[in-house]
């Protein structure tokens, strides 16, 4: 079956194609901004609000939950590509799943947590307006949803600041990469609305800076259930 170009569908079979080069490039500190900045930065953000348990969505090889287990905390990390996850476990990680966004929409995962982490793992359409919708079940009373991802005014580049689909890239990666991903380009307003209109309200924003540009090389959102 042809899977749609630009689609959330493309997205997963883009990333089947891609885990081993990305479990390399991560592990080996490959991606400048992420070694400079935005990896600390995510880290500092889940730490602030104490959490004893995490759930990491969209964890690819799971450098995150295993930073967070390492300082204590009850992680459980999931992703929808097998091979991304067993390279977490296989690295130490206690507790990794197989889910998609659809499987946790629909109830699959079963878990509340204090803090739920997306670290540049919302870059789909209807799976990602599913899943922050889900909040509701995955959260504890007073929980945070923390989510790391491109700032629209940096990487909207030349191209019209409006919602939609855009062609991916592996830009500056090495050969090994091929047939980047899509991803769904939202405003900074359609950020806040989607959230506003999944039962969130935003608590914080913070918008990390590159060292060597003074740009911002990501934004950082905070947001609780309205209860």
């Known amino acids: 079956m042809d899977i749609e170009p630009l689609s959330d569908d493309k997205i997963i079979d883009s990333w089947r194609r891609n885990a081993l080069p990305w479990m390399n490039a991560v592990r080996c500190g490959e991606i400048e901004s992420r070694r400079l900045v935005t990896d600390q930065a995510m880290l500092d953000a889940v730490l602030a609000c104490e959490p004893a ?3 990491d969505l969209g964890c690819g090889e799971g450098w995150l939950a295993l930073a967070l287990q390492q300082n204590g905390i009850d992680v459980t990390a999931v992703d929808v590509v097998p091979e991304l996850v067993l390279a977490a476990t296989e690295a130490g990680l206690i ?3 197989v889910l998609s966004y659809e499987e946790i929409t629909a109830g699959r995962l079963k878990l509340t947590v204090d803090v739920a982490v997306c670290n540049f793992s919302l870059i789909g359409k209807e799976s990602v307006d599913g899943l922050l919708r889900s909040m509701q079940m995955l959260l504890k009373p007073d929980g945070s949803l923390i989510v790391q991802t491109l700032h629209p005014l940096i990487t909207c580049g030349d191209l019209p600041y ?5 062609k991916g890239s592996w830009a500056g990666f090495g050969e090994t990469f091929s047939d980047a991903p899509p991803w769904y380009f939202r405003t900074l307003h359609t ?3 989607l959230m506003w209109t999944s039962g969130l309200t935003l608590r914080e924003m913070r918008e990390p800076l590159h060292p060597r ?4 090389a990501s934004v950082i959102f905070r947001a609780q259930v309205r209860r």
Not at 213 to 216: A, I, L, R, S, Y
Request: net charge neutral; proline share 6%; charged share 35%.
């Open 53 to 55: 348990t995490v759930v």
């Open 162 to 166: 409006v919602d939609g689909w855009r």
């Open 191 to 193: 950020w806040l609305e």
């Open 213 to 216: 540009t003074g740009k911002p």
């Open 95 to 97: 507790d990794g799943r």
